[in-house]
């Protein structure tokens, strides 16, 4: 695990663009791709870049259930504003979070990412330790799930929402076996709220208690962190 510490989410977004960049030269054809606020800086360099993507499938971690594609709140809603409307890709997969039936929906996406290995999987990390919606206790061996968001995440989330009952209390995700098949990891995580969780991932035991500690068992990841979330390392 190599952790970058930079000064702020800008330069973070740059070093993490500057990986990708070198990725697809060197022939990576599937991306993986994160939501939240995190990887925003890292978006915005890509839209900004002479980088063609047009050749790139993107596999996306993870989507609220319950809502639907054009719900200002989904995830697609999140990647086509940051990323998909200004720069084209071959092909992006999201979850579907209205699927009727969720057991295919998940066999599905299991499919997808299988016929479509991960070159490079881009992460953030909440402030219990999760990947995706991968929470505390999900088991490192998971592959594509439902799951039951942390009353913790449903806080943290609740800023992007009216009020904290508008968030939804499921998710669908790619499991945590799945993201540790990507060739490549990049984690970023900016701010002091995200020190204990930096710390816990790389500093602590491996544990499913904190499912980013699994990284460690990673040969090729890169942690790109501002100085405020390193601040215990
Ligand atoms: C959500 C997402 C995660 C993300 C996390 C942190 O729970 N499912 O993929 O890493 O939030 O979000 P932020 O980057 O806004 O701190």
């Given at each position: ?15 993490a663009f500057e990986l990708i ?59 086509k504003k940051h990323l998909f ?149």
């Amino acid at each position: 695990m190599i952790v970058t510490i930079v000064k702020d989410k800008y330069e973070g977004g740059k070093k993490a663009f500057e990986l990708i960049k070198k990725g697809v030269a060197d022939g990576a054809k599937v991306l993986g791709l994160a939501t939240g606020s995190t990887p925003i800086t890292l978006y915005d360099q890509m839209v900004e870049s002479d980088v063609d993507f047009t050749n790139i499938t993107s596999i996306n971690l993870d989507e609220y259930y319950g809502l639907d594609p054009q719900n200002s709140q989904s995830y697609h809603y999140f990647m086509k504003k940051h990323l998909f409307e200004k720069k084209p890709f071959y092909k992006t997969y999201i979850p579907n979070g209205k699927a009727k039936d969720i057991n295919q929906e998940i066999a599905d996406y299991d499919k997808i990412i299988s016929d479509n290995p991960i070159d490079i999987q881009i992460l953030g990390i909440g402030g219990n330790g999760h990947i995706a919606f991968n929470e505390p206790g999900t088991p490192f061996d998971s592959t594509t799930h439902e799951v039951t968001l942390a009353s913790s995440t449903i806080k943290a989330n609740s800023r992007f929402f009216d009020n904290q009952d508008d968030v939804p209390k499921r998710a669908i995700c790619m499991g945590i076996k799945s993201i540790m098949s990507a060739k490549q990891i990049i984690l970023m995580a900016y701010g002091a709220a995200k020190q204990d969780a930096v710390k816990a991932m790389v500093e602590g035991p491996v544990t499913e208690t904190v499912p980013a500690s699994v990284l460690q068992k990673h040969p090729n990841v890169v942690v790109i962190v501002d100085c405020d979330a390193a601040a215990k390392l």
